[in-house]
């Protein structure tokens, strides 16, 4: 996934490769459709569980949807700034220093 794409337009670009609707998008992934064509124009953001069916359909790997739409819910709660940009290479070591502890203990 390109990374100046956001999470919709690189939905509606699965979608359009595969000239499809959004409604037979939105019947096949259980997401309104109203709901789809705002996530699709950056307006919404889509639950977990609707970014895993979203994957599911178009056969995209899930757990790069969901990094994608983790870190578009960062960007959009807390700006993009230094600051965030900080705090998020904090969170990275943080959370690495856990995964590495949850190795040894395994």
């Known amino acids: 996934m390109n990374e100046n ?6 939905i509606k670009n699965l979608r359009n ?11 096949n992934t259980d997401v309104d459709m109203t709901m789809l064509s705002k996530i ?12 895993k069916r979203i994957a599911n359909f178009f056969s995209v790997d ?3 949807l969901l990094t994608y739409l983790t870190a578009e819910k960062i960007i959009k709660k807390y700006g993009a700034s230094e600051i965030t940009l900080n705090a998020v290479q904090l969170v990275e070591e943080r959370i690495e220093a856990y995964l590495k502890n949850e190795k040894v203990n395994e």
């Open 5 to 10: 794409v956001h999470l919709g337009q690189y």
């Open 17 to 27: 490769a595969q000239s499809l609707t959004l409604h037979q998008v939105a019947k």
């Open 40 to 51: 699709e124009r950056g307006e919404r953001l889509p639950t977990q569980e609707q970014t």
């Open 62 to 64: 899930e757990h790069e």
